[in-house]
């Protein structure tokens, strides 16, 4: 972990995220944690990322997102060089849509 945000307050924080199991508790607890600004602006670099990922070009994330050209930049820049948080979450939701997909008859 970054040592910039290496603290007992952040592991405590993470720990909180890591023990929501719903998709209804993570609302519920990041809508008492965040402003609604700070989960679009999240949620907007989530689905920037997933866009270049899919090889979107800057044009086509910005007309979809919103986006500024600086963000998309340090979004990609995280995919490229960052820690694989992003690389990590793409592998687990490709994971589970697998497991879907090879259930249903």
Do not use: W
Not at 46 to 51: D, I, P
Not at 60 to 88: F, H, M, P, Q
């Amino acid at each position: 972990m970054n040592k910039k945000i290496k603290s007992n307050a952040v592991d405590s924080l993470f720990d909180a995220i890591l023990c929501l199991k719903t998709r209804d508790e993570c609302c519920s607890f990041f809508e008492d944690l965040c402003t609604v600004n700070e989960l679009l602006s999240m949620s907007q670099r989530f689905e920037v990322a997933s866009m270049l990922k899919n090889h979107n070009t800057y044009l086509e994330i910005a007309e979809k997102t919103g986006a500024s050209t600086a963000t998309i930049s340090r979004v990609n820049r995280s995919l490229n060089y960052g820690n694989d948080g992003y690389a990590i979450v793409f592998g687990r939701i490709k994971e589970t849509d697998n497991q879907a997909d090879s259930s249903s008859p």
